[in-house]
């Protein structure tokens, strides 16, 4: 199955700062999308990006198709958006199942 | 809408026990989805089912069963429950399984069973 790498592993941020966070996988990918996972487990849909930029409020998305990797950027963080992000990738050789990368724990400090 | 419901929220079982953790999405979504997520981990999957009365494996299956008799309801089963089967379960639906640029899975707020 097609390997995501998500990196950093852990990022702590203070509140109003802005980030990165990176999403390499190995294959093409027909469908990629962005989770956040809260502290208390709920698990949100970012975005749907095989490709593209995409902006929602404080988050936006980029992912290059070609160069196999997306990047989520957080601006002005708060604290509610301190939680686990994870990028999850599919093709349609695998019936667009999602495979998971490992996550990002982001801690923003007030 | 509810969206998507899962029960029980935790569960304790021994080892050898069995269960059946229930999930009910109200959305008419075509695909469901069953995931485990061990500590510091992403999610695996363990079932799939694109309609009613169609399942797949996905990742872990092993230990593992499912059914799909109707659009809304997508139950796990385990059987004679072991300690690496101590997880957080999710269950997830989507309309179209990722073909469409609007399809997003949607989960439910999990299920924490512990097999001791």
């Known amino acids: 199955g097609i390997q995501v790498e998500q990196s950093p592993p852990d990022l702590i941020l203070q509140e109003g700062a802005n980030s990165t966070l990176r999403c390499n996988f190995s294959d093409s990918v027909n469908n990629l999308q962005w989770f ?15 490709s593209g930029t995409k902006q929602n409020g404080r988050l936006s998305a980029t992912t290059v198709a ?3 990797y997306s990047l989520l950027y957080i601006s002005s963080s708060q604290t509610t958006d301190s939680g686990v992000y994870f990028c999850a990738v599919g093709d349609r050789s695998n019936d667009y199942k999602l495979s998971f990368g490992a996550g990002t724990t982001v801690t923003v400090r007030a | 809408n509810a969206g998507v ?11 050898g026990q069995s269960m059946t953790l229930q999930c009910t999405q109200d959305m008419n979504h075509n695909y469901m989805y069953w ?9 695996k999957l363990i ?14 299956p092993n230990g593992y069963n499912v059914s799909r008799s109707t659009t809304e309801d997508f139950p796990l089963r385990l059987e004679l ?11 997830a639906s989507s309309w179209s ?20």
């Open chain 1, 36 to 50: 956040h996972q809260n502290p208390w487990g709920q698990l949100i849909n970012l975005f749907y990006i095989p």
């Open chain 1, 66 to 68: 070609t160069e196999r």
């Open chain 2, 5 to 15: 419901t899962q029960t029980p929220k935790f569960r304790i079982l021994k080892i």
């Open chain 2, 35 to 43: 995931y485990r997520q061990d500590p510091g981990m992403g999610l």
């Open chain 2, 47 to 60: 079932y799939y089912s694109v309609g009613a009365g169609i399942t797949d494996k996905g990742e872990v």
């Open chain 2, 81 to 91: 429950a072991a300690p690496s089967q101590t997880s957080v379960y999710f269950c």
């Open chain 2, 97 to 116: 399984g990722g073909f469409e640029s609007t399809d997003t899975q949607y989960f439910g707020p999990g299920t924490r069973l512990t097999v001791l």
